[in-house]
């Protein structure tokens, strides 16, 4: 597919990835407390090719280069939480616990669980898993087959957590999402999450992102939205 009137829109995108690609552990360490991420906005009314743009001009691209390409859509009707991120992250997650392995060599998979069921509490991986449903597999689990948090009166008692949740509560969730990017991409080449119609994203997805891109810390991460202008709630 060609993408025509799109050449200036495409090559910023690539040129994003190519600096995505520098991008390691440790870089500019004296100003990495200081350093903001960046998330680029592609906007338009709709059936201007927002999303081709991104799929075609920056998803093939950054495959064809080893990058990690994931993207989720909000739904005009639906109004879960965090659905499209949620999505995303689930795509990511089935590629390193899938497509990833089949190279062969040591598991990505194994590693990152390793560290993070070596790192992160219990109700830190519990919050991701129930934020994050699909990503469970990725998450692994934590504490004995006995521990009420893996039944129904435990799930339960997270979803009146997640509905009774403070600012304290939502920090913690953001900090928790944020640490597990940051382990993921880590161990991967480079890793682009695509947000798409974000004009029915909700306020905690917004904020989310906000934490994500203000973060500073998280490794060779590049997020890109797509949004109808015309279509932005006033």
Not at 1 to 20: I, T
Not at 110 to 127: A, G, H, M, P, S
Request: hydrophobic share 40%.
């Amino acid at each position: 597919m060609k993408l025509h009137g799109r050449n200036d829109d495409v090559k910023l995108l690539r040129r994003k990835l190519r600096e995505l690609a520098k991008k390691k552990d440790g870089d500019e360490e004296d100003g990495a407390k200081n350093h903001v991420g960046e998330m680029i906005l592609v906007s338009g009314t709709s059936g201007t090719g927002k999303s081709a743009l991104i799929r075609e001009g920056l998803g093939d691209h950054a495959a064809n280069r080893g990058h990690t390409f994931a993207s989720g859509k909000f739904e005009d009707k639906l109004l879960r939480p965090l659905s499209a991120f949620s999505d995303a992250m689930a795509r990511l997650a089935k590629y390193i616990t899938v497509e990833h392995n089949k190279t062969g060599g040591l598991s990505v998979a194994t590693l990152i669980r390793d560290k993070i069921q070596n790192e992160f509490d219990r109700e830190d991986v519990e919050q991701l898993q129930h934020v994050l449903p699909g990503c469970e597999e990725l998450l692994g689990t934590q504490g004995s087959a006995e521990d009420v948090s893996g039944s129904k009166l435990g799930t339960a008692k997270r979803r009146v957590n997640l509905a009774l949740a403070g600012k304290e509560s939502i920090s913690q969730m953001h900090y928790a999402i944020r640490r597990l990017l940051k382990v993921v991409c880590s161990y991967l080449k480079g890793v682009v999450l695509f947000i798409d119609d974000l004009q029915w994203s909700d306020v905690a997805t917004l904020d989310l992102l906000k934490s994500i891109i203000l973060d500073g810390e998280i490794p060779r991460l590049l997020i890109v939205g797509a949004y109808r202008e015309d279509e932005v709630p006033e």
